[in-house]
């Protein structure tokens, strides 16, 4: 299509005369321009440019600038960090609450006979039922506020107390377990005079509790340390069924006697006696029980030490090393 | 007088002591009799394989002629001398002489016996 008409001369003249006519200009214009009518484009457009571009900044002035920058954010900074102590100055973990119960239970207060001191949220252990292990009790958090130590209070820090209640409670539950087999055993008093005495103290006593419960089952006082594999008695009585004397004979053979380990009943039978862990004599009546295979030494050892412990503390030692695990 | 019965002890152990009670001896893993001066622990017949027969009484009465396995005094302040087992039921009594009383025990095996004879006096 030819364009030679007047009107597209008219148009093409008006485009190219406007003020942003340089904006119509192809990219590689100068491809379709004479060497000099080039050069002399270039010269208009970089003339036109430098009278657009703003004043260059001096190096003080942007350094003055960047300082200013600076300081705006170091106050910024300061202004977050007071807001911050504030809040933390503001939250105390020691502050009692409201007990449950108040309408406005669980809310902060600064009244102490309704909060820390309050006897209703000091415990929820019953005294007349011991805990049992699982059991989880007020008492059992970790400490907030100060322990009586030697007749001074002492304030346990945040990582003390838990680790504190951890230990009580460890404590607690392995003197609980003796004391449903040997109700008169006590743990070694002991002294200390901080709070990490205490928690050692606590400690001992868990490791000395569970010592007594291994003594106690090397005497046949509940499963022995060779106890694998068991199965549940019907009740206390001593009248054992086929099913169970064959699945007692055929764990004693697996394992061997729960007590000593040895894999010789001692019976003429050679069946193992079914012994029935808690012993019945030292648990009360309704208890479920477990049968585990013992030897006939054992047992007879086992019915000493029962005796023993129904009337005395004392209680025999371990059986002999050289006798153990005997095929 | 003699009395007998024939048990199945729970643990197959019975314990000869005076109608008070006593002090039962420390366990020794293996040993069939054991005594503290109140009280006598003595193996019986395996209670899963068959019962025991115990019998307690004057020795002229349960002295069965061989040597007794155990010779000794038990003390026996109430004077009355018991036969108990570990669940501390009483399954024997009989009067004793004295406050401390000549014991002999006879057992018909070392380790699996049938028949216990307890003899006083």
């Known amino acids: ?327 | 007088m003699q009395r007998s019965t024939k048990i199945s002890p729970p643990n197959s152990i019975v314990f000869v002591e005076d109608l008070k009670g006593g002090e039962p001896p420390n366990p020794i893993w293996g040993a069939t009799i054991l005594a503290t001066p109140s009280c006598i622990s003595v193996a019986c017949y395996p209670e899963q394989d068959g019962p025991t027969e115990i019998a307690l009484g004057n020795v002229p009465d349960v002295d069965p002629g061989f040597e007794p396995e155990f010779d000794g005094y038990l003390e026996t302040p109430s004077r009355i001398v018991v036969v108990s087992t570990v669940d501390q039921k009483v399954v024997l009594d009989v009067p004793a002489p004295a406050s401390k009383s000549r014991l002999r025990i006879w057992r018909n095996h070392p380790k699996w016996p049938t028949k216990v004879n307890i003899g006083l006096g």
């Open chain 1, 1 to 327: 299509m030819h364009r030679s008409d007047d009107a597209f001369a008219a148009a093409q003249r008006r485009r190219f005369t406007r003020e942003n006519a340089h904006l119509h200009v192809r990219h590689d214009a100068r491809l379709f321009m004479q060497p000099a009518a080039y050069r002399l484009w270039k010269q208009e457009r970089e003339a036109k440019a430098a009278e657009h571009e703003p004043e260059s900044v001096g190096t003080d002035e942007l350094k003055a600038m960047l300082q200013l920058k600076a300081e705006v954010a170091a106050l910024r900074a300061e202004i977050t960090f007071r807001k911050l102590i504030a809040a933390l100055k503001a939250y105390n973990p020691s502050q009692p609450r409201v007990p449950a119960g108040n309408s406005d239970g669980g809310q902060w207060t600064n009244d102490l006979g309704a909060g820390r001191n309050d006897s209703r949220i000091l415990s929820d252990a019953s005294p007349e039922v011991p805990p049992r292990p699982g059991d989880v009790y007020a008492q059992l958090r970790p400490r907030s506020g100060p322990i009586l130590i030697n007749g001074r209070w002492v304030q346990p820090t945040p990582s003390q107390a838990a680790r504190l209640a951890a230990a009580e409670a460890q404590s607690r539950d392995a003197i609980q377990r003796v004391r449903e087999l040997d109700p008169n055993w006590r743990p070694q008093p002991s002294t200390y005079e901080s709070v990490e005495g205490l928690i050692r103290a606590h400690r001992a006593e868990a490791r000395e509790a569970e010592a007594r419960l291994r003594e106690l089952a090397n005497a046949g006082i509940g499963p022995g340390e060779f106890a694998k594999e068991w199965i549940p008695a019907r009740g206390p009585n001593r009248s054992f069924n086929k099913y169970e004397r064959d699945a007692g004979l055929r764990i004693f053979r697996l394992w061997g006697c729960h007590t000593c380990g040895s894999f010789q009943a001692g019976t003429p039978s050679g069946f193992p006696v079914l012994d029935h862990q808690y012993p019945t004599a030292l648990i009360s009546p309704g208890t479920a029980q477990r049968l585990y295979p013992q030897c006939l030494s054992c047992s007879l050892r086992q019915g000493g030490s029962v005796q023993q412990l129904k009337r005395s503390p004392v209680i025999c030692s371990a059986p002999p090393k050289s006798r153990r695990r005997i095929r």
